[in-house]
């Protein structure tokens, strides 16, 4: 009979299947205790951070950052001001090239996924393993609004886990459109641009409409990494991102064959230049303009100015603000040219290693941003038949011929070295008018232009200077200049008023004049052709802007009533002492008092006030402020005598017919009126004019005072650029004859106040047997 087994026995008889059962129930059991860990731990990590997950009401409610923006009267763009440089547009707004190119860099399956595209993530994730990092990333467009609005750009899991909840949030609240709108208004795209219809105008200077296929491309390379693929910096890196765009857009459907294989040899013409913060890229060139409606938007809405999308519309035409641009370039070139070249901007000592030199050329120009179209270059070759330049990143140009006239002297070997065109020498190169590249030189002198309407003071055009990158200093508005003698015709109006009459006879003869009137030393003025004419009329002697003639009218009129009968027109009494040196303009005075003052003669006698602001309005359109000036008519501006400001005018279009200013004739019109300037050793050169309808101002100097040259004048240096601007502006505009005031007279062509004519005024005065008491008898005079 066999033995009963025992538990022992029973125990060693199972033993050997044990460990097997054991490695089974570890393969199974700890996988699945780890997944329900880590389903769990999941769990609370979503549920802690669900419920700190930031509100998206600013996503349902986008506001975007906007701009200020600047315009002129005809809605051209002047200027942009912000951190952000933006331009929302609606998504249907949106070209469907455009779109099509952001979908297929970024996110191909945005209308199928639920704001996260998990084969994407999974794709990623094992990218991430097998490379042991975690640069791979799977962003959809969702993802990326929010982590732009609410998270860091830091590359961890925690803040994948808050992009991730974010994202399906904002896909339960916002539609596929309304998502898409506000990443292609929001996306940061380099160059201070945020959103594809400004990156458009940056890049391309053009709106989102005229973008080609590869120029959409181009711009939907830039959000994997603005600076990176940033065309004008990286132009090859750039360039590759944009093929595989144009490849995906194929690949995807939004590009046919054709137009893909064209959009791959197209050539891509960038804007002129990038924007800086004081110089936006803008549809017409106006940048101190910009900057007074900057300047006065800031005074009103502080901190909003630059963020709430704020509308300034100034009263600038923009036609003829760039002929007013063209009127003062032109000018200062023509100066500059004349005074000779001064020689090279430095010297770059350049190693004999290519490479090595084109490294250096490239940091020194760096520091040498471009100047109203004028390069920095270094010269790599130099002989007086040709010369090499560099303008870096291995852009080279030859210069040749007659492109080399103005530098012909320093190419000679025949100069100081310090002025020597050679190997190393920084200059400055620039498009002539055939399209040549021609060495030029930045200007030292200076110019500025103000116009504008003479009914209202509504300005047409303002020029503060060559170029407002170097300097911005704005010489409208803050340059205080001696106006010489373009401030003669209102102490000939004061002297209207005091009898005087165009026919009065006055003594051009040389004088002195002790220092107890002239406020400093003995006085002894002459006429700036240094020669004197005897008696003359006060018609002639305006028109041949006759120093001593002024004189002496100041004196019979007395220098403390002129000074007083000056602020009338807006000038400022303590500006002007009250000495017979205010006969020649000796006083202080801005163009934009200027264009004020001559307004007064244009209109009939009223004052205006310029104004630049037209009305300034948010974002909507809707108006929170509009200009509300004075016009010429309302009786409480009127300041002088209608009759007054009649004959003056008379008086100032005879200096374009036959005096100071007849260069003017070349414009072929009646109308005109004005008076040229020129101060002591001529430091400033001037010509204010009109037309009845339009005032102009220009100037000439250097900002710190010094001698523009000996033969330089009013008439030759600031009218010429008057001529250029009033040609432009006055075209098609037909001549208005001025409209004769009751209670003037004709007689033998001179006009005359009623009470006033001949046998009644002031017949002469400075002669010896002239019926006034004007002491200049007294005097001593010299040869």
Not at 14 to 29: E, R, T
Not at 218 to 233: E, F, Q, R, W
Not at 244 to 266: F, N, P, Q, V
Request: charged share 20%.
């Amino acid at each position: 009979m066999p033995k009963p087994q025992t538990a022992k026995h029973r125990a060693s008889a199972a033993a050997p299947a044990s460990p097997w059962l054991k490695l089974l129930g570890y393969a199974i059991g700890l996988p699945l205790a780890g997944a329900v860990c880590a389903a769990l731990i999941a769990v609370i990590v979503v549920v802690l951070a669900n419920d700190r997950l930031p509100d998206i009401d600013s996503l349902v409610d986008y506001r975007p950052k906007l701009p200020l923006r600047v315009y002129s009267a005809d809605g051209v763009l002047i200027g942009e001001f912000g951190e952000e440089r933006r331009d929302f547009v609606q998504i249907d707004d949106v070209p469907l090239m455009m779109r099509g190119a952001i979908l297929a860099a970024e996110d191909a399956r945005f209308f199928e996924h639920s704001g996260v595209d998990f084969v994407g993530i999974a794709r990623a994730a094992v990218t991430n393993v097998l490379s042991g990092g975690r640069d791979q990333g799977a962003s959809t467009i969702t993802m990326q609004v929010a982590r732009n609005f609410f998270l860091s750009s830091e590359k961890t899991y925690t803040r994948k886990i808050y992009e991730v909840l974010l994202a399906l949030r904002i896909e339960q609240n916002l539609t596929k459109k309304q998502i898409l709108e506000i990443y292609i208004n929001q996306i940061f795209l380099g160059k201070r641009a945020y959103g594809f219809s400004a990156a458009a105008q940056i890049y391309f200077g053009k709106p989102l409409s005229g973008l080609s296929v590869a120029e959409s491309a181009m711009l939907a390379g830039l959000p994997k990494a603005p600076s990176l693929y940033n065309p004008l910096v990286n132009p090859k890196r750039a360039t590759e991102r944009q093929h595989y765009i144009l490849r995906r857009m194929y690949e995807t459907g939004h590009l046919s064959e054709a137009r893909y294989r064209a959009a791959l040899k197209e050539e891509l013409r960038y804007a002129r230049a990038g924007p800086t913060r004081e110089r936006p890229v803008t549809s017409t060139d106006a940048p101190f303009v910009a900057e007074m409606a900057r300047a006065l938007a800031f005074e009103m809405f502080k901190d909003e100015t630059y963020v709430a999308g704020i509308n300034v519309y100034t009263t600038i035409l923009s036609q003829e603000q760039r002929a007013a641009n063209a009127a003062v370039r032109t000018g200062t070139l023509e100066f500059d040219r004349r005074h000779g070249y001064r020689g090279p901007e430095a010297f770059l000592e350049l190693p004999s290693d290519r490479a090595l030199a084109e490294a250096r050329i490239e940091a020194k120009l760096a520091d040498l941003p471009e100047i109203n179209d004028f390069f920095a270059a270094v010269v790599l070759q130099a002989s007086p038949q040709s010369v090499r330049v560099s303008r870096g990143h291995g852009v080279e140009q030859t210069i040749t011929g007659a492109s080399l006239k103005f530098v012909q002297r320093e190419l000679s070997g025949k100069t100081p070295a310090a002025r020597a065109i050679r190997r190393g020498s920084i200059v400055r190169i620039a498009l002539n008018e055939t399209g040549q590249w021609e060495i030029v030189q930045v200007p030292q002198v200076e110019a500025a232009l103000v116009a504008c309407n003479t009914d209202d003071g509504a300005v047409r055009a303002l020029v503060g200077g060559f170029e407002f990158s170097r300097n911005k200093f704005n010489r409208v508005t803050q340059a205080w200049r001696q106006p010489g003698s373009s401030f003669k015709p209102f102490i000939y109006s004061a002297a209207l008023e005091k009898g005087f009459m165009t026919t009065t006879v006055i003594d051009d003869a040389p004088i002195s004049i002790d220092p107890a009137l002239t406020g400093g030393q003995l006085w002894e003025p002459k006429n700036y052709d240094g020669k004197f004419e005897g008696p003359m009329p006060l018609r002639n002697a305006l028109a041949k802007s006759k120093n001593m003639v002024s004189i002496r009218v100041l004196q019979s009129i007395g220098p403390n009533y002129a000074q007083d009968y000056a602020t009338r027109f807006g000038f400022d009494a303590q500006r002007h002492p009250p000495y017979l040196t205010m006969a020649l303009g000796a006083g202080s005075v801005t163009p934009w008092q200027m264009v004020g003052a001559y307004s007064v003669f244009a209109n009939g006698g009223y004052r205006i006030s310029p104004y630049l602001i037209n009305r300034i309005t948010d974002s909507e359109g809707r108006v929170l402020a509009r200009a509300n000036p004075i016009r010429a008519g309302n009786a409480a501006a009127r300041v002088i005598d209608e009759r007054n400001a009649f004959i003056m005018g008379s008086l100032l279009r005879e200096v374009v017919r036959s005096g100071t200013a007849v260069r003017a004739q070349s414009l072929k019109r009646n109308d005109l009126a004005g008076k040229t300037g020129t101060t002591n050793d001529s430091h400033d050169a001037w010509f204010a004019g009109f037309q009845p309808g339009i005032a102009a101002i220009t100037w000439v100097g250097y900002d710190q005072p010094r001698k523009l040259g000996d033969r330089e004048t009013g008439g030759g240096l600031a009218l010429p650029i008057w001529i250029s601007y009033m040609g432009k502006a006055l075209q098609g505009m037909p001549e208005r004859a001025p409209i004769v005031p009751s209670g003037v007279i004709e007689i033998d062509g001179d006009w005359y106040y009623a009470e006033t004519t001949p046998g009644k005024g002031i017949s002469s005065v400075g002669l010896d047997e002239s019926p006034t008491a004007v002491p200049f008898g007294q005097l001593p005079r010299t040869n």
